[in-house]
């Protein structure tokens, strides 16, 4: 859940600013970042797109936080 914390703060974002991006609730978002609630896949893929890395990146799968390309027509 570091991960996802430093990019968050790295893009100058706040949780509510999560919140608003990605449509997850502030307090449940919190929790995403201390590890004491799981992402969905849902959640990841938001999450991702909001800070643009890649799901991979956040679940811990690479050290890459660059976002791979995406498919044409998709955000």
Not at 15 to 33: F, H
Not at 64 to 72: F, V
């Amino acid at each position: 859940m570091t991960r996802l914390k430093e990019l968050r703060k790295k893009r100058g974002y706040t949780q509510i600013k999560m919140q608003i991006l990605t449509g997850i609730d502030q307090s449940d978002y919190s929790k995403l970042e201390t590890g004491k609630r799981y992402y969905t896949y849902d959640q990841l893929r938001r999450i991702a797109l909001a800070l643009d890395t890649s799901m991979d990146y956040l679940a811990g799968l690479t050290d890459e936080p660059k976002p791979y390309p995406r498919a044409q027509g998709r955000s």
